[in-house]
Structures are given as structure tokens and as C-alpha cells.
């Protein structure tokens, strides 16, 4: 099993300029998360979806936007890009969102905005 | 929300030695408490968990130890070896979200 995949691993964006960000998993999980980490602030959530069919907002979720195209797949959206939406950006995945599920991450995207 | 607190942010042992590194959270309904380590350029693995339920658990070199009363947990690494220099990450759930601590930079020097 290749666990949480993720493309693209790296980008470079101009401000203003559109993407969409891939992941998928193979484990059969339920709900899948987008967290962007950047340096001194650990991991904030942005969009989360709990199930197939549903996706909700996290912590920072402003200039952005996630579709949950199928169970294994989920991708987050900026349609315009800011400078400050620099980071690393991990999806995750767990088996159902539940305060005890362990959660399962990917290797990253590097997004950087001039 | 919950609010998770982790010192030290950089920590530099000798190999061999141990390492300790604390979290404290706020809200005291969060009952799970995973530990991640990132290595450089990758995604953070989970390498060890506690639940509210219990006070202390243990995986070879590693062990996390929890306090409910006081609201803070803590990552034990025995025996370091180089291969554990990292960034550990620790957090706490609570109404089903994940919230993180800033990261503890490990440096195991040989």
C-alpha cells in the first residue's frame, strides 16, 4: 500500500495564479484532512471531510477550497494565490473522524507564491 | 478551542542519552494524545499515541506519559541514536479535531 499520496511535491505560483492540489489514499479511510504547516506554528487545519460526500471547514480554511471527488480522493483549490499562502501543505487521513482516530499523513506539496 | 503548548522547541543530546520533551493543552476534554515525528522533506509519522484512559505507555525506546490533573503529556526517548534526530510534533483531540503543538527540534549528536 502506498498509504497518502500527494502531487504536485513541489510548486511555484505567481500571485494571483490558480492550482489544485491532489491527494488520494488507499487505506479504505472515511475522512481525509488539508493542513498547511508553517515555521513556529505547527500543523493548522484547513478543510476537513468527514465522509464521502461531505466536506467542512477547519481552522484556516480563507482562500481556500477542497472537493471530496470520491472516497479516495481529495483536493484542495486555491483560486487565487497569495503570498501568504506559502507553506507546506499535508493531507491527511483516518479511518472516521472521531476524536480518537489516529490520523495518517503524506509526504507534502511545497507551494511557494512570488 | 484547544490550545497546545510544546518545550522545548530545539533540544541537542548526546548519543546515548535521553531526550524529554512536554506538551501541555487547555481543554480538558481532549482525550488523545499522538506523538508524530517529521523527518526532513517528509510528512509527520505517528510513533507512538496515549489515550485519556491511561497514565503511561511504552514502545522500546520510546514512552509517553500523561497527567489529566495537570493537562500535560510528555515524549520519552531512551538510548538516542543519531537516526532519531527529527522534529517531533506532539497534539491533542479534541471534539474531533487534531490540534498541534510548534514542534521540538531533535539533534542526536554522535
Known amino acids: 500500500n502506498a498509504g497518502v499520496t500527494q502531487t504536485p511535491k513541489f510548486q511555484v505560483l505567481k500571485t494571483g495564479q490558480s492550482m489544485t492540489l491532489q491527494c488520494a489514499q488507499d487505506?479504505?479511510?472515511?475522512?481525509m484532512y488539508w493542513y498547511r504547516q508553517d515555521p513556529g506554528m505547527g500543523l493548522r487545519l484547513i478543510y476537513y471531510?468527514?465522509?464521502?460526500?461531505?466536506?467542512d471547514k477547519g481552522e484556516v480554511p480563507n482562500g481556500y477550497n477542497v472537493s471530496r471527488l470520491n472516497k479516495r480522493e481529495f483536493s484542495l483549490r486555491l483560486e487565487s494565490a497569495a503570498p501568504s499562502q506559502t507553506s507546506v501543505y499535508f493531507c491527511?487521513?483516518?479511518?472516521?473522524?472521531?476524536?480518537?482516530?489516529?490520523?495518517?499523513f503524506g509526504p507534502g506539496t511545497r507551494l511557494l507564491v512570488l | 478551542g484547544e490550545n497546545v503548548e510544546q518545550h522545548p522547541s530545539t533540544l541537542s543530546v548526546q548519543e546515548g542519552d535521553s531526550a524529554v520533551i512536554k506538551c501541555t493543552y487547555s481543554d480538558s476534554a481532549s482525550n488523545y494524545f499522538p506523538w508524530y515525528k517529521q523527518e526532513l522533506g517528509k510528512g509527520p509519522q505517528l510513533i507512538i499515541d496515549?489515550?485519556?484512559?491511561?497514565g503511561e505507555k511504552k514502545d522500546q525506546r520510546i514512552a509517553v506519559t500523561l497527567n489529566k490533573t495537570a493537562k500535560h503529556f510528555s515524549l520519552h526517548i531512551t538510548e538516542t541514536q543519531p537516526e532519531d534526530s527529527a522534529v517531533y510534533f506532539c497534539a491533542a483531540s479534541s471534539l474531533e479535531q487534531f490540534y498541534f503543538g510548534t514542534g521540538t527540534s531533535l539533534t542526536v549528536i554522535p
Open positions: 496515549i489515550r485519556s484512559n491511561v
Open positions: 487505506m479504505n479511510h472515511n475522512s
Open positions: 491527511a487521513s483516518s479511518p472516521m473522524r472521531g476524536a480518537q482516530e489516529t490520523q495518517y
Open positions: 471531510s468527514a465522509s464521502e460526500g461531505t466536506t
